[in-house]
C-alpha cells in the first residue's frame, strides 16, 4: 500500500553555535543546522568583491585547507550565488567535525584578501555546533559534489543467501582482519568485471572519505571517484556505487552495506515549467529488501522545507506515484532567481533553482531510508533581446539612449568606439555621461548621453541643410561572479537640420589668384581638389601653390600661370583667368562643392612690339573650345608656324612685313594686323582667333589683343582683416622693463632718452613685417591736433636737429617670437615753443604702421626700408598692404632742481 505524500516544514533540531572572529565584523556570517547539514552564509556586504580561502579546522587546532578535492572527500560545499552572497555548507559528519554524544561541531576559518595573492588577508573563524539526534538506519546525502552514505553499526545480519551469493568478500577481508587494527579497514566495491578491495588508507588516496562514530559508518564519495557506476533507473541516469565497508570490533568481524545513488539527470524542460523525475526503486540502494512503503516525501527550495501551503502558493505541484515522484515548477517561480549567461558571444539568462527532495521510505531490511537530494536545476540557456529607447533632445542637441533591461549580475565596464576603448569612469573625458537606472525589480538599465559635437560621433552631410549624426559605440558588460563578459553594439542615426555649407570668397593681385574657403560644419570628410589634383600641403608645396589652412577657413594662392589656371577669354581690357576649387568627399570622391575665382590680368605680356618690326605674340588655349591642339595654331599664312609650342600656349616670333600681316595709317599712326586661327579638320570656320595688333606711334608702341571667347566665371568679392597694435614706452635701453598702464602719465626731463616700441600682435604669420610709416607727437590725445612735431616721415628717421630719432634692431628672445612684428627707436624728450616760450604740457606720441609681405618687399619703398619722399612714391606700384594707427599715454616734462 503506498502512503498518501506527507509534506511539512522541517524545524530546525536545534542550534549550538558559538563564534569566533579576528576582527569585530557583527552578523556579516549566519549559520544554520538543517538536519544532517550545517549551512554558514557570507554577506555581500563584506565579502563581495574580495579573495576568499576556506580552511577546516580539526579539534587539535590543526588547520586544513580545503580545496576542490578534499571538500568533495570530506563533506564541503562551497557556492558563490550571483548576488555576491557566499554560502559554505558541510556534512556534520565531514573529516574535521568534533563530536561529543549527538553535538557535532564544526569549525571553519575564512581569509579575506583584496588582491589575488592574499597578503595582508584578514583571519576570520567560525564555530558551529549542531544537535542533531533523530538518525535513521541509513541516511544518504546527494549533494552538488559528493555522494554520502551512512549507516548504523547494528545493521541487519547478513541474509544467508548474501553469504552464498557473495562467499568471496569475506575470502578477500579475513586475512586483513586478522592483522587489521581494530575499527574500519576495509571496503569493497562491486564492478562489473568483479570485485575490487581497498584498504582504507588507499581508498583515501583515490579521493573517497572513510569514517566512524561510536554508532555509524560513513562512505563519502565524489562523483567523479573512478568505482562509480552510470546507472539507469526508468530513463533516469543515476551515479552509483555499490560497495561493502568491514571493520572489527573487538574481535568480532562485520560487514555494512555503503552502496549509495545519486541521479545526475531526470530533469526535462518546457518552455515554462521544469519537470524533476526522481525514481524510488533505485536497484543498488534495493538489493535484497521488500516490502517498500513511503514514509515521508519533503520537497524544499535553498534546503529549505516547504509546507504544503507554500508549495500551492508557489504554484509548484508535486506528484508521487508507485515508482517515481514528479516535481513540476513554473520557470520563473518564486524560490528561483534569473541568472545572466552569454553563448556564442550573445546575452541571454538561465532560470536557475536550488531543490531539495528528501525522500524516506521502509522496507524489510534496512527499516527507515532517508535519502536527501539537493539539485541545482538550470533551464536551458534562451537569448534576451535588449530594448534600445532613442530619447535623443534635439532642441538642446544631445543624443541620450537607454539599453537594458539588465539582471542585477550585469554590469557595464567600458566602451568602445572606432578606434578607442575607454572605461566607464573615463568616459566623461570623451564627452559621455553614463548612468545606470535601477527598477523596484532589481532589473536595469544604463542611459548614455552624449553632444552632438562630441568627436567620435559621426557626422555626414545629406542635404543642402541637413547632417546625419551617427552614435556608433559597442558596449562592453561583464557578469558577476562568472567574469564572462559580451559587447552589444549600439547605433543611434539622428537627422538634423543644421548643415551650413562652405561659402568662398576671393581676390588677386598681380602675379596671383586667391580663393579663401570658410569652412561651414559639413566638410569634415570634404578634401579640396583643384581638377584631379588632390591639393595636399605636399601637393601645393610641389606646384608652387600656397596653402594656409587654420581649422575655420583655408586660403589657396594659385600663380596666374600656373597649369591648372584657365584662360577664358582675351580682350583689349585684359586676361580673364580663372582657377577652380572642386570640395570632393573624401569616401565617394564625389563633387560636394564648386568654387571659382576670376580676374582680368593685363595682357601686354602676350604681344611684344619690337622697334625693327619684329611682333612676338602668345596664343593662349581658352577654356571652353574642346579638343585645341596648339601645334596647329598658324598665322593668317599657314605656313607661319608657332616658334615655341607648349600644351598651353603657342608663340609666334614674325616680322610685320611676313605671314599675311596687314597695314594701314591713320594720321600719325601705322598699325599692322594679324591673326592667330585655329581650324578643326573639315571646317572653313576657324575655332579659334586671335587679333593682333601693333601700333607705332613716332617712338611709342602700344599694343591691344582681343580674342573670340566670352565665357567670364563667376566673380567672388575679396575679403578684409584688420590689425591689433601696441605702443609701449620702456623705462631704458634694454627693452626689459614696459611702463604699464597704471603708470601714465610718465615724467621724463628735458633731452632725456623715450624708447619706444610698436609690435603687431595676435599674428603667428612669419612672413608679415611691421614697418613704420609716419611717427610724430602732439600735445594732445587726438593725433590730427596741432602743434605736431615730427620724429619718423616716410619710414625715415628725424636727423634735423639735435632730437635725431634712432632705430634699434629686434633680437628673437623668450618674449619675442617673430622680430619683423616689432619696431624700436628713440627719441629724446623735447617741448613745444609757442612765442618763443616752452610749453609745459604733456606729449602723446602717435605712429602709421603699415603690415608687409616679408616675402616681396622690393614691391614697396617702405617694405623695402628705403626712404623715398612722397612726392616718388605717388606714381610706383603699390602692392596690397593693411595699415594701422597706434599712440602712446601721456608723456610730462618736468624740470631739474
Given at each position: 500500500?503506498?502512503?498518501?505524500?506527507?509534506?511539512r516544514?522541517?524545524l530546525l533540531?536545534?542550534?549550538?553555535?558559538?563564534?569566533?572572529?579576528?576582527?569585530?565584523?557583527?552578523?556579516f556570517?549566519s549559520?544554520?543546522c538543517?538536519?544532517?547539514?550545517?549551512?554558514i552564509?557570507?554577506?555581500?556586504?563584506?565579502?563581495?568583491?574580495?579573495?576568499?580561502?576556506?580552511?577546516?579546522?580539526?579539534?587539535?587546532?590543526?588547520?586544513?585547507?580545503?580545496?576542490?578535492?578534499?571538500?568533495?572527500?570530506?563533506?564541503?560545499?562551497?557556492?558563490?550565488?550571483?548576488?555576491?552572497?557566499?554560502?559554505?555548507?558541510?556534512?556534520?559528519?565531514?573529516?574535521?567535525?568534533?563530536?561529543?554524544?549527538?553535538?557535532?561541531?564544526v569549525?571553519?576559518?575564512?581569509?579575506?584578501?583584496?588582491?589575488?595573492?592574499?597578503?595582508?588577508?584578514?583571519t576570520?573563524?567560525?564555530?558551529?555546533?549542531?544537535?542533531?539526534?533523530?538518525?535513521?538506519?541509513r541516511?544518504?546525502?546527494?549533494?552538488?559534489n559528493?555522494m554520502?552514505?551512512?549507516?548504523?553499526?547494528?545493521?541487519?545480519?547478513?541474509?544467508?543467501?548474501?553469504?552464498?551469493?557473495?562467499?568471496e568478500?569475506?575470502?578477500?577481508?579475513?586475512?586483513?582482519?586478522?592483522?587489521?587494527?581494530?575499527?574500519?579497514?576495509?571496503?569493497?566495491?562491486?564492478?562489473?568485471?568483479?570485485?575490487?578491495?581497498?584498504?582504507?588508507?588507499?581508498?583515501?588516496?583515490?579521493?573517497?572519505?572513510?569514517?566512524?562514530?561510536?554508532?555509524?559508518?560513513?562512505?563519502?564519495?565524489?562523483y567523479?571517484?573512478?568505482?562509480?557506476q552510470?546507472?539507469?533507473?526508468q530513463g533516469?541516469?543515476?551515479?552509483?556505487?555499490?560497495?561493502?565497508?568491514?571493520?572489527?570490533?573487538?574481535?568480532?568481524?562485520?560487514?555494512?552495506?555503503?552502496?549509495?545513488?545519486?541521479?545526475?539527470d531526470?530533469v526535462d524542460y518546457?518552455?515554462?515549467?521544469?519537470?524533476?523525475?526522481?525514481?524510488?526503486?533505485?536497484?543498488?540502494?534495493?538489493?535484497?529488501a521488500?516490502?517498500?512503503?513511503?514514509v515521508?516525501?519533503?520537497?524544499?527550495?535553498?534546503?529549505?522545507?516547504?509546507?504544503?501551503?507554500?508549495?500551492?502558493?508557489?504554484?509548484?505541484?508535486?506528484?508521487n506515484?508507485?515508482?517515481?515522484?514528479?516535481?513540476?515548477?513554473?520557470?520563473?517561480?518564486?524560490?528561483?532567481?534569473y541568472?545572466?549567461?552569454?553563448?556564442?558571444?550573445?546575452?541571454?539568462?538561465?532560470?536557475?533553482i536550488?531543490?531539495?527532495?528528501?525522500?524516506?521510505?521502509?522496507d524489510?531490511?534496512?527499516?527507515?531510508?532517508?535519502h536527501?537530494?539537493?539539485?541545482?536545476?538550470?533551464?536551458?540557456?534562451k537569448?534576451?533581446q535588449?530594448?534600445?529607447?532613442?530619447?535623443?533632445?534635439?532642441?538642446?542637441?544631445?543624443?541620450?539612449?537607454?539599453?537594458?533591461v539588465?539582471?542585477?549580475?550585469?554590469?557595464?565596464?567600458?566602451?568602445?568606439?572606432?578606434?578607442?576603448t575607454?572605461?566607464?569612469?573615463?568616459?566623461?573625458?570623451?564627452?559621455?555621461?553614463?548612468?545606470?537606472t535601477?527598477?523596484p525589480?532589481?532589473?536595469?538599465s544604463?542611459?548614455?548621453?552624449?553632444a552632438?559635437?562630441?568627436?567620435?560621433?559621426?557626422?555626414?552631410y545629406m542635404t543642402e541643410?541637413?547632417?546625419?549624426?551617427?552614435?556608433n559605440?559597442?558596449l562592453?558588460?561583464?557578469?558577476?561572479?562568472?567574469?564572462?563578459?559580451?559587447t552589444?553594439?549600439?547605433?543611434?542615426?539622428?537627422v538634423?537640420?543644421?548643415a551650413?555649407l562652405?561659402?568662398a570668397?576671393?581676390?588677386?593681385?598681380?602675379?596671383?589668384?586667391?580663393?579663401t574657403?570658410?569652412?561651414?560644419?559639413v566638410?569634415q570628410?570634404?578634401?579640396?581638389?583643384?581638377?584631379?589634383?588632390?591639393?595636399?600641403?605636399?601637393?601645393?608645396?610641389?606646384?608652387?601653390?600656397?596653402?594656409?589652412?587654420?581649422?575655420?577657413?583655408?586660403?589657396?594662392?594659385?600663380?596666374?600661370?600656373a597649369?591648372?589656371?584657365?584662360?577664358?577669354?582675351?580682350?583689349?581690357?585684359g586676361?580673364?583667368t580663372?582657377?577652380?576649387l572642386?570640395?570632393?568627399?573624401?569616401?565617394?570622391?564625389?563633387?560636394?562643392?564648386?568654387?571659382?575665382?576670376?580676374?582680368?590680368f593685363?595682357a601686354?605680356?602676350?604681344?611684344?612690339?619690337?622697334?625693327?618690326?619684329?611682333?612676338?605674340?602668345?596664343?593662349?588655349?581658352?577654356?571652353?573650345?574642346?579638343?585645341?591642339?596648339?601645334?596647329?595654331f598658324?598665322?593668317?599664312?599657314?605656313?607661319?608656324?608657332?616658334?615655341?609650342v607648349?600644351?598651353?600656349a603657342?608663340?609666334?616670333?614674325?616680322?610685320?612685313?611676313?605671314?599675311?600681316?596687314?597695314?594701314?595709317?591713320?594720321?600719325?599712326?601705322?598699325?599692322?594686323?594679324?591673326?592667330v586661327l585655329?581650324?578643326?579638320?573639315?571646317?572653313?570656320?576657324?575655332?579659334?582667333?586671335?587679333?593682333?595688333?601693333?601700333?607705332?606711334?613716332?617712338n611709342?608702341?602700344?599694343?591691344?589683343?582681343?580674342?573670340v571667347?566670352?565665357?567670364?566665371?563667376?566673380?567672388?568679392?575679396?575679403?578684409f582683416?584688420?590689425?591689433?597694435?601696441?605702443?609701449?614706452?620702456?623705462?631704458?635701453?634694454?627693452y626689459?622693463?614696459?611702463?604699464?598702464?597704471?603708470?601714465?602719465?610718465?615724467?621724463?626731463?628735458?633731452?632725456?632718452?623715450?624708447?619706444?616700441?610698436?609690435?603687431?600682435l595676435?599674428?603667428?604669420?612669419?612672413?608679415?613685417?611691421?614697418?613704420?610709416?609716419?611717427?610724430?607727437?602732439?600735445?594732445?590725445?587726438?593725433?590730427?591736433?596741432?602743434?605736431?612735431?615730427?620724429?619718423?616721415?616716410?619710414?625715415?628717421?628725424?636727423?634735423?636737429?639735435?632730437?635725431?630719432?634712432?632705430?634699434?634692431n629686434?633680437?628673437?628672445?623668450?618674449?619675442?617670437?617673430?622680430p619683423?612684428?616689432?619696431?624700436?627707436f628713440e627719441?629724446?624728450?623735447?617741448?613745444f615753443?609757442?612765442?618763443?616760450?616752452?610749453?609745459?604740457?604733456?606729449?602723446?606720441?602717435?605712429?602709421?604702421?603699415?603690415?608687409?609681405?616679408?616675402?616681396?618687399?622690393?614691391?614697396?619703398?617702405?617694405?623695402?626700408?628705403?626712404?623715398?619722399?612722397?612726392r616718388?612714391?605717388?606714381?610706383?606700384?603699390?602692392?596690397?598692404?593693411?595699415h594701422g594707427?597706434?599712440a602712446?599715454g601721456?608723456?610730462?616734462?618736468?624740470?631739474?632742481?
Amino acid at each position: 500500500m503506498v502512503l498518501n505524500l506527507i509534506l511539512r516544514l522541517s524545524l530546525l533540531i536545534g542550534v549550538l553555535a558559538s563564534e569566533t572572529w579576528t576582527q569585530d565584523r557583527p552578523g556579516f556570517m549566519s549559520s544554520e543546522c538543517l538536519g544532517s547539514l550545517l549551512r554558514i552564509t557570507l554577506s555581500a556586504d563584506y565579502f563581495d568583491d574580495k579573495y576568499l580561502t576556506f580552511a577546516a579546522v580539526d579539534q587539535f587546532g590543526t588547520i586544513w585547507e580545503i580545496d576542490e578535492a578534499l571538500a568533495s572527500q570530506c563533506g564541503y560545499t562551497i557556492v558563490y550565488y550571483y548576488w555576491g552572497t557566499i554560502e559554505f555548507r558541510a556534512s556534520i559528519l565531514s573529516c574535521y567535525s568534533h563530536i561529543e554524544g549527538d553535538v557535532f561541531t564544526v569549525t571553519v576559518q575564512i581569509k579575506v584578501g583584496t588582491n589575488p595573492d592574499m597578503k595582508n588577508a584578514a583571519t576570520h573563524s567560525k564555530t558551529v555546533s549542531c544537535l542533531y539526534d533523530s538518525w535513521h538506519p541509513r541516511e544518504l546525502i546527494c549533494e552538488t559534489n559528493y555522494m554520502e552514505v551512512s549507516v548504523r553499526r547494528k545493521v541487519p545480519q547478513i541474509m544467508p543467501e548474501m553469504i552464498e551469493d557473495e562467499p568471496e568478500d569475506w575470502a578477500l577481508a579475513f586475512p586483513e582482519a586478522r592483522e587489521g587494527a581494530a575499527s574500519l579497514w576495509q571496503i569493497v566495491f562491486h564492478l562489473p568485471a568483479g570485485k575490487k578491495a581497498l584498504l582504507v588508507s588507499d581508498a583515501q588516496d583515490a579521493g573517497y572519505g572513510l569514517n566512524t562514530t561510536d554508532t555509524r559508518i560513513l562512505l563519502r564519495v565524489p562523483y567523479s571517484a573512478a568505482e562509480a557506476q552510470l546507472v539507469k533507473v526508468q530513463g533516469v541516469t543515476f551515479s552509483a556505487v555499490r560497495s561493502s565497508t568491514f571493520y572489527k570490533q573487538r574481535w568480532m568481524i562485520f560487514m555494512a552495506d555503503t552502496a549509495v545513488a545519486c541521479p545526475i539527470d531526470g530533469v526535462d524542460y518546457t518552455n515554462d515549467t521544469i519537470t524533476w523525475s526522481v525514481p524510488k526503486n533505485v536497484h543498488p540502494l534495493s538489493a535484497g529488501a521488500t516490502g517498500f512503503e513511503d514514509v515521508l516525501i519533503e520537497v524544499g527550495v535553498d534546503l529549505h522545507k516547504l509546507s504544503p501551503t507554500e508549495i500551492a502558493s508557489m504554484k509548484y505541484v508535486v506528484l508521487n506515484d508507485s515508482d517515481v515522484i514528479t516535481i513540476k515548477i513554473p520557470i520563473g517561480a518564486e524560490g528561483g532567481y534569473y541568472k545572466t549567461h552569454v553563448n556564442d558571444g550573445e546575452h541571454g539568462t538561465k532560470y536557475i533553482i536550488n531543490m531539495i527532495l528528501e525522500h524516506q521510505w521502509q522496507d524489510n531490511r534496512w527499516g527507515v531510508t532517508k535519502h536527501t537530494i539537493i539539485k541545482k536545476i538550470e533551464t536551458p540557456f534562451k537569448h534576451v533581446q535588449l530594448n534600445l529607447v532613442n530619447n535623443t533632445n534635439y532642441n538642446i542637441r544631445l543624443v541620450n539612449v537607454t539599453i537594458g533591461v539588465f539582471l542585477p549580475d550585469v554590469e557595464l565596464v567600458n566602451f568602445t568606439t572606432e578606434t578607442t576603448t575607454v572605461s566607464v569612469p573615463e568616459a566623461f573625458q570623451y564627452g559621455y555621461e553614463i548612468y545606470e537606472t535601477t527598477y523596484p525589480n532589481g532589473t536595469k538599465s544604463y542611459i548614455i548621453e552624449a553632444a552632438f559635437d562630441v568627436p567620435s560621433i559621426k557626422k555626414e552631410y545629406m542635404t543642402e541643410d541637413s547632417r546625419i549624426y551617427t552614435l556608433n559605440v559597442t558596449l562592453g558588460f561583464v557578469i558577476y561572479p562568472t567574469s564572462q563578459t559580451f559587447t552589444v553594439p549600439v547605433i543611434i542615426v539622428s537627422v538634423v537640420k543644421d548643415a551650413v555649407l562652405p561659402s568662398a570668397r576671393g581676390f588677386c593681385d598681380g602675379e596671383n589668384l586667391y580663393l579663401t574657403v570658410i569652412r561651414g560644419n559639413v566638410d569634415q570628410n570634404w578634401l579640396p581638389f583643384i581638377s584631379n589634383l588632390y591639393l595636399s600641403p605636399e601637393a601645393a608645396q610641389k606646384h608652387n601653390y600656397g596653402l594656409n589652412d587654420n581649422g575655420t577657413h583655408f586660403t589657396v594662392r594659385v600663380p596666374l600661370h600656373a597649369p591648372h589656371v584657365l584662360y577664358e577669354d582675351i580682350h583689349p581690357s585684359g586676361i580673364m583667368t580663372s582657377f577652380h576649387l572642386i570640395m570632393k568627399d573624401d569616401n565617394s570622391l564625389a563633387v560636394m562643392r564648386d568654387f571659382s575665382i576670376s580676374c582680368r590680368f593685363s595682357a601686354k605680356e602676350l604681344i611684344d612690339c619690337q622697334s625693327n618690326g619684329t611682333m612676338t605674340v602668345t596664343a593662349i588655349k581658352l577654356a571652353g573650345i574642346e579638343d585645341l591642339d596648339t601645334s596647329l595654331f598658324h598665322l593668317r599664312d599657314r605656313q607661319c608656324k608657332p616658334a615655341l609650342v607648349t600644351e598651353r600656349a603657342a608663340t609666334f616670333i614674325f616680322n610685320v612685313n611676313s605671314c599675311g600681316t596687314t597695314r594701314k595709317f591713320e594720321n600719325t599712326v601705322m598699325t599692322y594686323e594679324n591673326d592667330v586661327l585655329y581650324f578643326r579638320p573639315d571646317s572653313n570656320m576657324p575655332a579659334y582667333k586671335l587679333k593682333c595688333i601693333c601700333q607705332y606711334m613716332i617712338n611709342e608702341t602700344i599694343l591691344v589683343q582681343y580674342g573670340v571667347k566670352n565665357n567670364p566665371a563667376p566673380s567672388i568679392e575679396p575679403g578684409f582683416g584688420s590689425l591689433a597694435l601696441i605702443f609701449r614706452l620702456f623705462k631704458e635701453r634694454t627693452y626689459s622693463d614696459a611702463y604699464k598702464e597704471v603708470d601714465y602719465p610718465v615724467a621724463k626731463f628735458l633731452k632725456e632718452a623715450l624708447y619706444f616700441e610698436v609690435e603687431l600682435l595676435n599674428s603667428e604669420d612669419p612672413q608679415l613685417e611691421l614697418q613704420l610709416e609716419d611717427c610724430w607727437s602732439t600735445n594732445s590725445q587726438d593725433g590730427s591736433s596741432h602743434p605736431q612735431w615730427a620724429i619718423i616721415t616716410n619710414g625715415c628717421e628725424n636727423s634735423e636737429d639735435s632730437y635725431q630719432t634712432i632705430f634699434h634692431n629686434v633680437y628673437h628672445n623668450s618674449r619675442i617670437k617673430f622680430p619683423k612684428h616689432l619696431k624700436r627707436f628713440e627719441v629724446k624728450m623735447f617741448t613745444f615753443m609757442q612765442d618763443t616760450k616752452a610749453l609745459l604740457e604733456q606729449l602723446y606720441f602717435h605712429c602709421r604702421v603699415i603690415i608687409c609681405d616679408a616675402r616681396r618687399p622690393t614691391s614697396d619703398f617702405l617694405c623695402a626700408r628705403r626712404c623715398i619722399p612722397r612726392r616718388e612714391r605717388l606714381d610706383r606700384s603699390v602692392e596690397a598692404r593693411m595699415h594701422g594707427h597706434v599712440a602712446s599715454g601721456a608723456v610730462i616734462l618736468e624740470r631739474k632742481m
